[in-house]
């Protein structure tokens, strides 16, 4: 069971065309912890079909105790998620909100630091140029967007790096090109990437290309759970069945259901809420960065954060 | 503590050396000479430019002789070869591989320098060869005893005889050495050599 | 409440002693007649009222004496605490986590006043009050980590989390069981482990490994290790072992109960905030065999225990020379009967 705290949204700020700026509040008026850059809070956000928990990178000063600020793009093919919260979040509104966790960390003995922000991906890539710049460290930002007015928090990015920040406007043509960001490099230097699917891989395979080593190149996406056909699952210990619909992850039935599976990231990338698989009638599909090849064909283990199967009924430990 | 310590997960294992075809350049920094490892490596060099850099006059002229290096340099001693290693390491770029091949004392120190540059050991591989004398760090004193080929080793730093542990520090590149005679004054086991 | 502090030593004339309340509530670390090493990790979140797992960070009769034995053993040998550099934020982090903690938690002794930044730090058992800059360490007369651990009780590592490991980079030991700081500081998790025996054969360091870098935040565990000690000594580390080796042969029967202590230490860890590294607190507690054994359960179960103590096991902690005088010692009250498992005394 992960540990939430009672918010309240304490402000709505509009930063662009279908993209807001969200001030979460202890319900109790009392301090937040404190929390490391790359760090992402998750939401448990009151649809009406049931509760859906989404993570977003906090964007703000940790130092701030009395407030947590994310921004959150309305997605495209949103299963409901940042529709809500683009359309139905109001001031005032109490949010359930687990506490920081951060799978995006900064290295503290990189000597310098290359931070490449796509899109909304800018969101942890500002609380590690704010982390950074506080620990007078060397770093260089690089911010790719569709076009002018999508270039959120620019200002505040500039500002943190001291003017050191490179946009590339699609809208114009400029698109980041790997091969000269990570060419030429000294020794000691970490690179960074949050954003799309197709802008990370094409990071991770030019970085390896050009020898860098996985312990110097990071990177972070949040995976939305992808759809697809209903199906159920059993809960081998206590017998019970659980039904999936088509636009619900695994995870988000059990915990309707009324049982607490762990988990951490919800985007298939941690690992934590691995489970084992006791029996399966339908074809898996994996849909997750965790496991192995060996571990996803032993039909043995599956994430149920973003994981599925094509219908039928599969069995838990659980 | 005790004297029969059975193995220790702390003291390092080295694979068999090989380059790393995941780099684009590689940094070959040899302490002790290895005529059949230097042969075999140099016969199937890797994809990439290849810098040499030892510390043995016989294997910088292996070296020198098998062209299969861009730049082959030779340092006077052990001293100077880590200086050198420092110079090359900071005009590097990432994409790099350090192999560091020469006993413990040598190539850990080696290793250290290379940490300093931000390497992680995804870059670096290290191998022992020549021989098996070991660092012995004081755990009393200090004072670091180098050279150690016996079980037992009188410190340099507060002159009590030590036992070599096979707990090994990466970061001080030594093995510990503690009292062997705190619990028992005067009582010591036989001297052997143990590391020749 | 308050606590009523001891004034005793913990070297030389060894002064030390548990009340009545103090042997009571300690840690007895066998729930069953056989040990074997196991991940044993369980969620750090309060206990029963009077216990040592009730607070976050556990205060005793004892603490004034502890942290002055600190101070002599660093006054001896500063090596005893270090910090690599690139911990600064982790260093804050942890005198947030022990202020904080103690100031809610004994209420009586330690106060903590913010005003934003400006912090005002009390501390009435050791007579400290300490106005400074949280984040600004030229604001205080030792480096944060040095600073707030000078006044708690336990050994304390910092562990920064990177390249899917854990790596131990701070560390204030005074207290330990045995092993050095300064040669151990900076290793991971595997190699700092190194010298247990059987372990790492079955996995235990691979399974808490993985367990701990996912720790979250606000969700600390906690586990027992044990050892025994002759003398309540704290400083057995292996800088001072030519002043504490030959008390291993001191032993007598005669002197078996007074002299031979249980060792137990109460490990808890916590996630930081801001560096993302964990808190690794090491809680020491030490009971002579002669006031365990007061209470039956604990006395039968530590005979049979240590009767059937595997040999290495007994060597890695060092007790090979004095443990079949405690076991002959302790046999003579073992009427072999049943005992239930359990760690309580009564």
Not at chain 1, 30 to 38: K, M, N
Not at chain 1, 57 to 84: F, N, T
Not at chain 2, 127 to 147: L, N, S
Not at chain 3, 6 to 24: A, I, L, M, P, Q
């Amino acid at each position: 069971m992960n540990a939430e705290i009672g918010m309240v949204l304490s402000r709505v700020i509009e930063l662009a065309p279908g993209i807001r700026e969200f001030w979460l509040a202890r319900e109790d008026g009392g301090d937040l912890p404190a929390y490391s850059g790359g760090s992402h809070i998750v939401l448990s956000l009151p649809l009406p079909g049931g509760v859906r928990r989404n993570p977003y990178s906090l964007v703000g000063d940790p130092g701030d105790r009395k407030k947590w600020r994310i921004a959150v793009r309305r997605q495209e093919q949103s299963r409901g998620g940042s529709a809500w919260l683009h359309e139905h979040a109001r001031e005032g509104q109490p949010i359930r909100v687990s506490m920081p966790a951060n799978l995006f960390p900064m290295s503290r003995l990189a000597r310098h630091h290359i931070l490449v922000a796509g899109g909304i991906g800018v969101t942890p890539i500002v609380s590690h140029a704010r982390e950074l710049a506080r620990l007078g460290q060397h770093f260089e930002v690089h911010y790719a967007h569709r076009a002018p007015e999508f270039g959120v928090l620019l200002d505040e990015l500039r500002q943190l790096a001291g003017g050191d920040v490179h946009c590339y406007v699609a809208s114009r043509n400029q698109v980041i090109d790997f091969r000269e960001l990570l060419g030429g490099r000294p020794l000691g230097t970490h690179a960074y990437l949050c954003g799309p699917q197709g802008m990370v891989e094409d990071f991770h395979k030019t970085a390896r290309d050009m020898g860098w080593p996985d312990t110097h190149v990071h990177s972070e996406r949040f995976l939305a759970p992808p759809p697809g056909e209903a199906f159920t699952v059993k809960l081998a210990r206590s017998g019970r069945e659980v039904a999936v619909a088509g636009d619900q992850s695994m995870l988000e039935a059990l915990e309707a259901a009324g049982t607490e599976p762990p988990f951490l990231c919800r985007g298939g990338a941690c690992g934590q809420c691995e489970t084992q698989v006791v029996a399966c009638d339908s074809k898996f599909q994996h849909n997750d960065l965790f496991l192995s090849q060996a571990e996803r064909d032993s039909g043995r283990k599956i994430m149920p954060c973003v994981s599925r199967i094509a219908g039928g009924c599969i069995t838990i430990d659980l | 503590m005790s004297a029969a310590a059975p193995s220790i997960k702390s003291q390092p294992v080295y694979h068999a050396l090989e380059w790393d075809a995941a780099g684009v350049r590689h940094l070959l920094f040899v302490a002790s000479d290895d005529p059949p490892l230097l042969d075999r490596l140099l016969a199937a060099p890797p994809r990439g430019e290849l810098t040499a850099l030892s510390t043995d006059a016989a294997a910088g002229e292996r070296l020198q002789s098998s062209g299969a290096a861009a730049h082959t340099l030779v340092a006077d001693g052990l001293a100077r070869g880590l200086e050198t290693l420092g110079l090359l390491l900071r005009d590097s770029e990432m994409g790099l591989r350090l192999y560091l091949v020469g006993c413990e004392d040598a190539i850990w120190q080696a290793a250290g320098i290379a940490s300093g540059y931000g390497m992680s050991s995804a870059e670096i591989r290290l191998f022992q060869t020549g021989t098996k004398a070991r660092p012995v760090f004081c755990v009393h004193c200090r004072a670091m005893t180098r050279g150690v080929r016996t079980n037992l080793v009188d410190c340099s730093g507060c002159g009590r005889t030590l036992f070599v542990r096979d707990h090994f520090s990466r970061r001080l590149g030594a093995y510990m050495g503690f009292q062997i005679d705190a619990e028992e004054p005067g009582v010591k086991p036989p001297v052997e050599l143990a590391y020749p | 409440m308050a606590i009523a502090f001891h004034d005793e030593t913990f070297r030389d004339d060894y002064t030390y002693r548990n009340s009545d309340e103090g042997v009571k509530r300690f840690p007895f670390p066998f729930g069953q007649d056989e040990y074997m090493y196991s991940v044993n990790i369980e969620p750090h979140a309060g206990g029963k009222p009077g216990s040592v797992y009730e607070h976050a960070f556990d205060i005793d009769e004892h603490y004034v004496s502890e942290c002055r034995d600190r101070a002599i053993t660093l006054e001896r040998d500063p090596g005893r605490c270090e910090s690599l550099p690139h911990m600064i934020d982790a260093e804050w982090d942890v005198l947030e986590l022990i202020m904080s903690s103690l100031a809610r938690d004994y209420p009586d002794h330690f106060r903590l006043r913010q005003d934003g930044t400006h912090w005002h730090w009390t501390n009435l058992p050791l007579g400290i009050e300490q106005s400074f800059v949280f984040g600004d360490a030229a604001t205080l007369p030792y480096p944060p980590f040095e600073y707030i651990t000078r006044q708690t009780q336990g050994d304390f590592v910092i562990l920064d989390q990177r390249d899917g490991d854990l790596w131990a980079d701070s560390g204030m030991i005074t207290q330990q069981a045995d092993w050095s700081l300064t040669f151990d500081v900076g290793m991971s998790f595997k190699e700092w482990h190194g010298p247990v025996p059987r372990a790492h054969e079955i996995g235990v360091f691979d399974r808490a490994l993985k367990y701990l870098l996912m720790l979250q935040l606000g969700k600390p565990v906690r586990r027992l290790n044990w050892t025994m000690t002759v003398n309540p000594r704290l400083d057995t580390a292996p800088e001072t072992y030519p002043e504490w080796g030959q008390d291993r042969a001191s032993v007598t029967p005669e002197n078996v109960g007074k002299k031979v202590h249980l060792r137990v230490e109460l490990q808890t860890l916590f996630r930081l905030p801001r560096s993302n590294g964990v808190l690794f607190s090491i809680r020491g507690y030490l009971a002579s065999v002669g006031d365990l054994a007061r209470y039956p359960r604990w006395g039968k179960r530590l005979h049979r225990v240590l009767r059937d103590l595997p040999q290495d096991l007994a060597e890695y902690k060092g007790l090979v020379r004095y443990k079949p005088m405690v076991v002959e010692w302790l046999s003579r009250m073992d009427d072999g009967a049943p005992v239930e498992p359990g760690t309580h005394p009564e």
